[in-house]
C-alpha cells in the first residue's frame, strides 16, 4: 500500500469528478468538461507509463553510448541524415516499441494499438 498520495492520483481524482459532473451539465459546458476529464486521462497515464522512457529504452540497443534522454532526438537526426534507413538493423522494431508506448497514453483502446499487441 502506498504511503502518500502520488500527482497521477490526484489528477485521476480531478478527472473522476469531472466525469461525475458532466452529467449535470449540458450543451458546450459538458462538452468541455468531457475534453478536459480525457485530456487528465491522458496525464494519468502518461505519469504512470512514462512513454518518453520506453522509447530511449527501445532505442538503447543503437544508441547504447547516447544518454537517455537525449536518445530520440539522436534517432530523428540520423534519420534525417540519412544515416539511417529502414534497413538499419533494430531500428523498425525500436520505433514501433517507442509508438506502441505513445499509443497506450494517448488512446489505449486504439485499434492499431490493440492490433500491434496481437489482440
Given at each position: 500500500m502506498r504511503s502518500r498520495i502520488e500527482a497521477a492520483d490526484l489528477v485521476e481524482a480531478?478527472?473522476?469528478?469531472?466525469?461525475?459532473a458532466e452529467s449535470e451539465l449540458s450543451g458546450r459546458t459538458a462538452f468541455h468538461a468531457?475534453?478536459?476529464a480525457n485530456a487528465l486521462a491522458?496525464?494519468?497515464r502518461e505519469l504512470r507509463e512514462?512513454?518518453?522512457?520506453?522509447?530511449?529504452?527501445a532505442l538503447g540497443a543503437l544508441l547504447p553510448d547516447?544518454?537517455?534522454?537525449?536518445?530520440?532526438?539522436e534517432a530523428c537526426?540520423?534519420?534525417?541524415?540519412?544515416e539511417w534507413t529502414a534497413e538499419t538493423p533494430g531500428l523498425l522494431d525500436?520505433?514501433?516499441?517507442?509508438?506502441?508506448?505513445?499509443?497506450?497514453?494517448?488512446?489505449?483502446?486504439?485499434?492499431?494499438?490493440?492490433?500491434?499487441?496481437?489482440?
Open positions: 480531478a478527472a473522476a469528478f469531472l466525469k461525475e468531457k475534453v478536459a491522458i496525464v494519468v512514462h512513454p518518453s522512457e520506453a522509447e530511449a529504452a547516447v544518454a537517455a534522454e537525449a536518445r530520440v532526438a537526426a540520423r534519420i534525417r541524415a540519412g525500436a520505433l514501433e516499441a517507442g509508438v506502441r508506448a505513445r499509443l497506450a497514453v494517448d488512446n489505449p483502446r486504439f485499434s492499431t494499438l490493440q492490433r500491434l499487441r496481437g489482440a
